[in-house]
């Protein structure tokens, strides 16, 4: 930019060109299912707990969780709507999703104390952000960094994990486009390149079976 700068200004002839680095290549941690259980178990503070098991029931964007009001929590029909009503401006998508059974008895719990609207509350006000308290409860439980994010991502992977379709995954998420989803998560599901790899297999485990046979 500086060099391209230089050139325009007349300061230098001709801006060499130099080949920027390849871009690194994302970090993709995720919790295992007993250090989800462990963060749970970490969180000291109510609001955090409630949180996170929520963050990873739902599988839901940070801010779609930050802004869920208890009108959106049909204990009823046992569903979660993620929609913001009032949002009229675009906004990436969530979804109505169902209201596990952890889910909903740590949101019974939360409600008989609530005194604000919002489901994550604290102090009779909203919760802003939760990033502090994450990072606390997972030092409590003996794990590295945790972010919202990571919640989210690994309830994803759980799910490709146990062979979940990867156009519901992209509901859940609140995708509108299921190749992204697929992008990201179809490797983790135990059924990718199965069909591709099994054309490759010996059915009799070819010539190294027959040598030991003889």
């Not at 109510?46 to 949180?51: C, E």
């Not at 209201?99 to 102090?123: D, N, S």
Request: net charge positive; with cysteine.
């Amino acid at each position: 930019m500086v060099l391209r700068w230089a050139e325009k200004q007349g300061l230098i002839a001709r801006a060499p060109h130099i080949e920027r680095p390849p871009k690194p290549r994302p970090k993709e941690r995720h919790l295992t299912r007993e250090q989800v259980r462990a963060l749970f178990d970490g969180c000291s503070l109510p609001h955090i707990r409630l949180y996170a098991i929520l963050a990873y029931t739902t599988a839901a964007r940070n801010s779609a969780l930050l802004g869920l009001r208890w009108e959106r929590c049909d204990f009823e029909a046992g569903r979660i709507d993620l929609r913001e009503p009032a949002l009229t401006t675009p906004h990436k998508g969530r979804a109505i999703v169902p209201m596990l059974r952890t889910a909903r008895a740590a949101l019974l719990e939360a409600r008989q104390g609530a005194l604000t609207p919002w489901v994550i509350e604290w102090a009779r006000r909203p919760v802003k952000s939760v990033k502090r308290g994450l990072l606390a409860a997972a030092k409590r439980a003996g794990l590295e960094h945790v972010s919202p994010h990571m919640l989210r991502h690994s309830a994803a992977i759980h799910m490709a994990e146990e062979g979940v379709g990867m156009e519901e995954i992209a509901q859940m998420l609140g995708h509108s486009n299921v190749n992204v989803t697929r992008n990201v998560y179809a490797r983790f599901s135990p059924d990718y390149l199965g069909r591709a790899a099994s054309a490759l297999e010996f059915d009799d485990l070819g010539p190294a079976q027959r040598k030991r046979k003889t």
